[in-house]
């Protein structure tokens, strides 16, 4: 959806007859390279490798986020990209865009059934194309102190109002603790509250781009935030930090909304508080509605450059819907697998071990997913997230001008894309 003519970045691409990625060794067998961060993904990959001589795969292991992205785009503009890559859902847009990964439509047909349309509208970009297969992901849950709510008389919210209201209740009980932060300096959890309200970023309109992130949700949901912020109902610190790690291990925050891989950030973040915290459903905007979003998550993309399409297709296929190899995902790469018939499983029958007083875990989990609400991502997610991180961060420090930084966070967004020669639209 680029004006032919600036699509600089596809014209210099070469063509897949001379690209390079892997070839057949001296062995006979088909040689592919697979760029992964997860941790342990080499032993799963071994799996196959035992059981196809034929075809063998090389995991590579790669740092995650928008490095990786520009490590495989520069790559592939070298002709050099590897067979396979781990690519979160939201970095597809921009690889596709940049003709990295490969349309895989015929290659494997038959599979969208195994995952649900939420999540497979994500690798398909609303398209007939399929450009790569979903392997986890991460909707939104709440996660709290079970023992502080218990000794606070606390409730867990089921409305985003009875979340204010237990908010300015433990403050009320003790006023140096907080239920939970806004942090500015990671958009993905906003971008997850967002598509719970109903927001879609990015949208395709036939040859056109649409950016809807200053748009009725959106504001609804930087307006929510704002009221904690300004009345001082919520921490107003980033997370990850010393600070964020010792207020949660400390139970000067009680409560945080994050993706279902939460557990083991948290035992590092907070390890004196095992054995206390459980996951609910997150809040919802209309009683009794069952609708969450997502932060995190990933996908295998073949790409253009792979020499062996249709072998790299079948192993990224069996990666993400074998029974043997999800084990192995969930086990070994502590991942929650976006094929549903994993996700009620024998791997996921007991909680993580941060969780285990929660046993009901992953049932709770596989609830709230059926309500994840459908993501929409563009071809400069990073813009966007960047432009979130510079006017909101300047909000929360004021407590002030949420809807101001939304607003600039959309234009910020459009002029990259009007720049870089996108047909697109707001």
């Not at 600070?243 to 291990?249: E, G, I, S, T, V």
Request: glycine share 8%.
């Amino acid at each position: 959806m680029r004006h032919r003519a600036t699509a600089t970045c596809v014209a210099t691409l070469l063509t897949a007859a001379a690209l390079g990625g892997c070839g057949a060794a001296d062995d006979g067998a088909v040689h592919l390279t697979y760029w992964a961060w997860a941790p342990g993904m080499e032993e799963v990959v071994e799996l196959w490798n035992e059981a196809n001589p034929d075809v063998q795969v090389t995991v590579k292991k790669q740092a995650s986020g928008d490095e990786l992205v520009t490590k495989t785009v520069t790559a592939a503009q070298a002709g050099t990209a590897p067979d396979l890559v781990q690519a979160e859902y939201q970095a597809l847009p921009t690889l596709a865009s940049n003709n990295v990964t490969a349309d895989i439509s015929a290659e494997v047909a038959g599979v969208e059934d195994a995952f649900t349309p939420a999540v497979w509208q994500q690798v398909t970009l609303g398209t007939d194309a399929v450009y790569a297969l979903p392997q986890d992901s991460g909707p939104l849950l709440f996660f709290y102190r079970a023992d502080l709510f218990e000794e606070f008389g606390l409730s867990v919210p089921e409305t985003w109002d009875e979340f204010a209201d237990t908010a300015r209740a433990l403050r009320e009980i003790d006023p140096d603790r907080r239920l939970t932060t806004f942090s500015a300096n990671d958009a993905g959890l906003f971008a997850g509250l967002a598509q719970q309200a109903g927001a879609q970023w990015w949208t395709t309109e036939t040859d056109r781009w649409r950016v809807a992130i200053d748009d009725a949700a959106g504001r609804r949901v930087s307006a929510f935030w704002e009221e904690l912020v300004a009345e001082e109902l919520v921490d107003n610190q980033p997370m990850y930090t010393p600070a964020w790690n010792q207020a949660l291990n400390e139970g000067r925050q009680i409560a945080w909304i994050s993706g279902v891989w939460a557990p083991g950030t948290l035992a590092t973040a907070a390890p004196d508080t095992e054995g206390t915290w459980e996951a609910a459903p997150l809040p919802q905007w209309e009683p009794g509605a069952n609708v969450t979003g997502s932060w995190g998550g990933s996908t295998t993309a073949v790409t253009t450059d792979s020499e062996h399409r249709a072998e790299a297709a079948e192993f990224a296929v069996w990666l993400n819907t074998d029974p043997e190899a999800l084990t192995a995902l969930v086990q070994t790469c502590g991942i929650y697998p976006a094929a549903t018939a994993a996700q009620t499983g024998e791997a996921l029958a007991e909680p993580p071990p941060f969780l285990a007083n929660q046993p009901a875990f992953y049932e709770t989990v596989a609830e709230v997913a059926e309500g994840a609400a459908p993501a929409a991502w563009g071809p400069n997610v990073t813009v966007a997230y960047s432009a979130f991180n510079n006017a909101f961060g300047a909000a929360a420090g004021r407590r002030a001008g949420f809807e101001e930084a939304l607003a600039e966070m959309q234009q910020t967004t459009f002029d990259d894309m009007d720049r870089l020669g996108f047909e697109v639209v707001q």
